[in-house]
């Protein structure tokens, strides 16, 4: 079973706006921090946006700064992922991932334990 469940993923006109969310499925843990990740077929994964419960801190690629928002729920294990302004670049599958280690490479595959399935975003131009 898929610890991590995205949904919210779709088609979208450039310009426009798509909100991703992502719970924990049927596991019961607790996570430092979670963080969006995004991969296009043949690239590596790259870092999307990460929120760190204790301190609230929300970090973002360069890429995403100004256009996207992440927020969520420690407790629960929920993240969401608020994508504004969307263009046709950023069309590829968005994953979710949580850290239970207090990683200190949230920017990073390797500081997160746990990944949902995908979902995938479709800007059109």
């Known amino acids: 079973q898929v610890p991590l469940v995205e949904s919210g993923g779709g088609l979208v006109q450039a310009g426009g706006s798509l909100r991703l969310s992502c719970a924990a499925s049927g596991r019961t843990f607790s996570s430092y921090g979670m963080g969006w990740f995004r991969q296009a077929p043949g690239k590596e994964r790259e870092f999307v946006a990460a929120?760190?419960?204790?301190?609230?801190?929300?970090y973002y690629a360069d890429s995403v700064k100004g256009r996207f928002t992440i927020s969520g729920d420690g407790p629960r294990n929920a993240v969401y992922l608020q994508m504004n302004h969307l263009k046709p670049v950023d069309t590829t599958v968005y994953y979710c991932a949580a850290d239970l280690q207090a990683s200190t490479i949230l920017g990073f595959p390797t500081g997160y334990d746990l990944w949902g399935q995908g979902t995938q975003i479709t800007v059109v131009s």
């Open positions: 929120i760190r419960w204790s301190v609230g801190s929300t």
